[in-house]
């Protein structure tokens, strides 16, 4: 039962350490848009929204062939 409960908490820890990587690196990411559109760089600006609509694009594009091959 150790073993279980070693394996359970080790698991929760890595999960929680890369929640608070991924919730470091978005506070990161606003603060650069904040900064940018501070000092008036649009470019930056509209680059990481083109990102950022890639990434989504993306995502739908997944589950749309996920859903037409029949793996849903």
Same mark, same amino acid.
């Given at each position: 039962?150790?073993?279980l409960f =070693? =394996?359970?908490a080790l698991g929760i820890l890595i999960i929680c350490a890369g929640a608070a990587v991924i919730l470091c690196g978005i506070v990161h990411l606003l603060r650069l848009e $904040?900064? =940018?559109f501070a000092a008036g760089d649009t470019g930056f600006i509209l680059a990481s929204l083109a990102v950022l609509l890639? $990434?989504?694009a993306a995502?739908?594009?997944t589950?749309?062939?996920?859903?037409?091959?029949g793996r849903i």
């Open positions: 039962m150790d073993e =070693a =394996a359970g $904040l900064s =940018a890639l $990434l989504i995502y739908i594009g589950g749309l062939w996920l859903r037409r091959t």
